[in-house]
């Protein structure tokens, strides 16, 4: 939502990125829960009528989360391009996370939101190469995409919700 009135569309653009931010925020705090206490090797395993675990699920969100929001605005992402080469689109769980990696993306499932509200904040985001998703939904701005991003992640919330019963 942007209103054209001189010195407040900033404001309004601040505060509806700030809600979508809480959302993924709370979204992934709900993860975080859904996941507690499941052991790593019910979290590496890939139950029957899936292609991917609870584990690969997880760290797939914080890897997409960057490609969308960083790769496209044209900065550094905050992971390593080994883990979005094993995480991206198109990728499978075709290998076990251990325990000490499984705990750092959990750890950074929460800390990577503060980091990019923190960029957010000091406008390091200028630019956007606009990407037209796999669900043919085009991203045309920095906004799109985290409010694709959370569409995103509901979706691989609920496949989590069914592995775990699965599991």
Request: net charge positive; aromatic share 10%; glycine share 4%.
């Amino acid at each position: 939502l942007v209103v054209k009135v001189k010195n407040h569309t900033f404001m309004l653009k601040f505060k509806a990125m700030e809600k979508q931010v809480e959302i993924l925020k709370a979204n992934r705090k709900g993860i975080l829960s859904l996941i507690e206490g499941l052991s790593i090797m019910q979290l590496n395993k890939v139950p029957q009528g899936f292609k991917n675990n609870i584990a690969w699920n997880v760290a797939h969100l914080l890897v997409t989360q960057q490609l969308l929001c960083y790769k496209l605005s044209g900065l550094p992402m905050k992971v390593s391009d080994d883990l979005i080469t094993r995480f991206q689109k198109g990728s499978t769980a075709s290998e076990f996370i251990d325990e000490k990696e499984f705990n750092e993306i959990k750890k950074r499932l929460l800390t990577i939101v503060d980091d990019f509200m923190d960029d957010y904040n000091n406008n390091l985001f200028k630019q956007f190469t606009a990407y037209t998703t796999s669900a043919n939904v085009t991203l045309n701005n920095l906004s799109d995409a985290i409010e694709f991003n959370n569409f995103h992640e509901g979706i691989h919330f609920g496949y989590m919700l069914a592995m775990k019963k699965s599991i």
